[in-house]
C-alpha cells in the first residue's frame, strides 16, 4: 500500500501538471516513489509532495526496465545519461540502447550520441527525459532532436 500526497495546500495547475505526469509515469511501470521523484520536478513548489507507505511498488508491470534519460546539448551532439533503476531485485541488467553492452541496474550508462543515434535510441518507446531541465517524454522530443 502506497500513495502521493500533498503536504500543504497547492494551486490546482500545480497540482493537474504533477498529478497528470505522475499518473503517466506509474502507467509506463514506475514505482509510486520514483515517478512521484520525477513528477515533482515539473513544478517549482515539488516539495510539498510526498509519498506515503511502500513507494518501491508499481501499479502495472513494468514492460521494459524503467529509465530516465538525462540529455544535455545541441546542433546534432548530445551528452545523454541513461539511467536504469529497479525495485524487483538486486543484480538485474539491462542493455545499453545507444551501444547494446550490458549494464547492471543503477549503473547509468553516460554517452555523447548524434541526434540520429539518439531518434533510434528512442524509436517505439516512451522514456520520461530531462532536457534542459524540464521533462519531455522520448516520442514528442525525438522529432525536435
Known amino acids: 500500500m502506497a500513495g502521493a500526497v500533498t503536504l500543504t495546500a497547492v494551486l490546482d495547475e500545480q497540482a493537474a501538471t504533477v498529478g497528470t505526469t505522475f499518473a503517466r509515469l506509474l502507467t509506463h511501470g514506475f514505482s509510486i516513489e520514483r515517478g512521484m521523484q520525477i513528477a515533482r520536478r515539473q513544478v517549482l513548489m515539488g516539495k510539498d509532495y510526498a509519498v506515503v507507505g511502500d513507494g518501491t511498488s508499481s ?53 555523447t550520441v548524434s541526434a540520429a543515434r539518439l531518434r533510434t535510441a528512442f524509436d517505439g518507446r516512451t522514456l520520461p527525459v530531462i532536457y534542459d531541465g524540464e521533462l519531455h517524454w522520448s516520442d514528442d522530443l525525438a522529432p525536435r532532436l
Open 59 to 111: 501499479l502495472v508491470p513494468v514492460p521494459e526496465e524503467e529509465a530516465v534519460v538525462h540529455l544535455t546539448g545541441r546542433d546534432g551532439e548530445y551528452e545523454v545519461r541513461y539511467e536504469v533503476l529497479t525495485t524487483d531485485g538486486k543484480g538485474q541488467r539491462y542493455d545499453c540502447p545507444f551501444d547494446g553492452t550490458p549494464r547492471l541496474c543503477g549503473d547509468p550508462t553516460e554517452r
